[in-house]
């Protein structure tokens, strides 16, 4: 615990639903930043900043605390063979002085949904910058999203973000001088407004935007920090200890932005992902406290959703809802993430295998149910008979392709919205800008603002739905399958490497096929494609021909799959990677699928090779890597390349 944390209640803290609101906190000692990223974004580092992560800054050994105990946890269910289960009614939620059922009872004080929130119909998701790119290109990507009609945009700052060089920091400062109106960012606007009504002229036979300065008033700005699993690359405790990327994210965005968007009459709201545990979610909780606490604003002024991206997560949401209950507004559902934290969770169970990854839908087996649970849990009510927000899922298809491929893909995409109205979501993600008009007349039709309130059976919490949490059903596992896998996993380390973390991607063998659409794919994607694949070779998964999934023809299917990445034109692989970040992307795929202990996250290999391009260095990391994780579980995660600029 933080040493706020560790204090023990007396006059010096207040009393805030529940929870242990510090007044203050003695200043800790200060962090350290990478000399280069400190010069270049002098107006990111203020110094009121830099006291914000000092104040955050004990937290972050509380979050490696947490991280530890998550490690421990996962290698203990593995070896006593032990299923994730529901926590006792009669314990109480760590950090707060909440039980088990009084959360799941609704007996605590939720959070107001602010008006800005209320409808959310469409939101859309991506990064505010892009590699490589000057200001003045990279922050056409928020004119975009602010000028695409969603109700919202999560400017993301993890999945869908690259990390190269200074990327997220290129994010930061986007945001703000978009948050803040400047001139820059205004002129980007207009031009882009032009270019985007050309395509509607064309796609939808009008345009979408008739005021452009009006237009960008529409959209809530939404920000999602990195999880509590990562470290920052620009910062670090003095000692070279890893420094939390949540509290960097959380602290560089609402700090810089904060006064402005509520001159606005914005609300400052976040997301938050890979929270496994209501002990994960009340740190969340203490630290947004804190730094309410430090720039003067009332508890709960911050809003967050959760992203339900983790199976221990469905074991605990309306914990979750609690620990954070001055916060939260709404869980988001996904697929990808969710998928690899199942796999994952039971990758020690022999029998638990699953089919091709594209049989796996949110109608499918476990997915249903984890749906399920996530729209009874939101329309639970609090203590004041509040509700919460329920975001559906992402539509990563693009109308960009053949006239057939793209009237089939958006069919698909409408379809999969209208299924998702119908179960009882408030709205959606999209992952491109063109598919808002595509996927929002869904909600227009129905016109309700959000589904609030809609009645559903009370969670229960027996055997039999512990059980339907991890429930497997009959679906194809085949050679194509096996190779989908390898082609869009070694594809997506390599464009990782890049700087691109959220790339269109298909199948190698679809290049040049314009009736397949390519999918924006984002980190997500890596995880659970090489995670799919360890399962199937690990636990000696028959493919449907009457194959073994073994060592000799992973062997074969991926020698295969890279010579055809080798082959592809500079569209769909480009040819300066051919010889730098491709090669890496497949030490880490074979090295990763191969090793009999199952990787943890293989965000952590793909990090610790951020700008190597040099394969034997990259060998010995990813060697260095396995040999920590397995002598006792300690995951390299810091930036090696800290102290070289």
Known sequence: MSPAARQPRSEGWARWGGFDYPDAMSRPAAVELRRAAAQEFAELYSPRVLDALAALAPFNKDRLAVMNA?????????????????????????????????????NFVGSEIPKDLER?????????????????????????????????????????????ETMSLENQRNLKLAVDKSDLYLGAAEG???????????????????????????????????????????????????????????????????????????SIVLYLPKIQTAEEAALWNDM???????????????????????VEASFQLMEIRAALSPHFVGFNTGRWDYINSVADAMAWEPGFVHPNIDAIAMTYGYMRTYEDRVRRAVNTPDRDGRFALWQGGMEPNIPVGSAAGVEAGMTKAVG?????????????WVAHWKMVHIVRPVWEKVGDANQLGREFPRLTYTQEDADALVLLEPAPRNDRGARDLISVGLQYGNAFARGFQAAALKPADFFGDDDVLYLMEDMATGEIRLSILWEWLHKGAVLDEGKAFDSDLFAQFLSEEYGK??????????????????????????????????????????NLNLENHDLDEARARIAEYFEAFGRDGTRITENRDFGHS
């Not at 996962?74 to 059922?101: D, K, M, N, Q």
């Not at 947004?288 to 983790?310: D, H, M, N, P, S």
């Open 70 to 106: 998550r490690t421990r946890c996962r290698s203990e269910r593995a070896r006593e063979g032990r299923r994730i289960e529901f926590l006792h009614p009669g314990s109480t939620i760590p950090r707060t002085t909440i039980t088990v059922g009084d959360a799941r009872d609704g």
């Open 120 to 164: 959310q119909w469409i939101q859309g998701t991506g990064p505010a910058t892009r590699p490589r790119a000057s200001v003045e290109k990279s922050i056409r990507n928020v004119a975009y999203a602010l000028l695409s009609g969603a109700d919202g945009w999560m400017f993301d700052g993890e999945d869908a973000l690259g990390q190269v």
């Open 192 to 266: 882009v407004s032009a270019e985007m009504n050309a395509w509607a002229d064309g796609f939808f036979g009008k345009p979408i935007i008739d005021d452009w300065r009006a237009q960008l008033d529409f959209t809530t700005k939404i920000f999602r920090a990195r999880g509590l699993h990562l470290d920052d690359r620009h910062v670090r405790e003095k000692d070279g200890t890893g420094f939390s990327a949540s509290i960097a994210d959380m602290v560089l965005y609402v700090v810089n932005n904060h006064e402005r968007l509520q001159q606005d009459g914005s």
């Open 288 to 310: 947004l406290l804190e730094l309410e606490r430090f720039l003067g604003l009332a508890a709960g002024t911050i809003k967050v959703y959760v992203l339900v991206e983790q």
């Open 416 to 428: 999969g919205a209208e299924r998702e109205q119908r179960e009882g979501a408030s709205g959606k």
């Open 565 to 606: 990445l080798l082959a592809a034109s500079n569209r769909d692989v480009h040819d300066d990677s051919k010889g730098t970040t491709l090669p890496i992307s497949r030490e880490i795929v074979e090295a990763y699928v191969l090793n009999e202990l199952k990787g943890p996250w293989l965000i952590d290999l793909l």
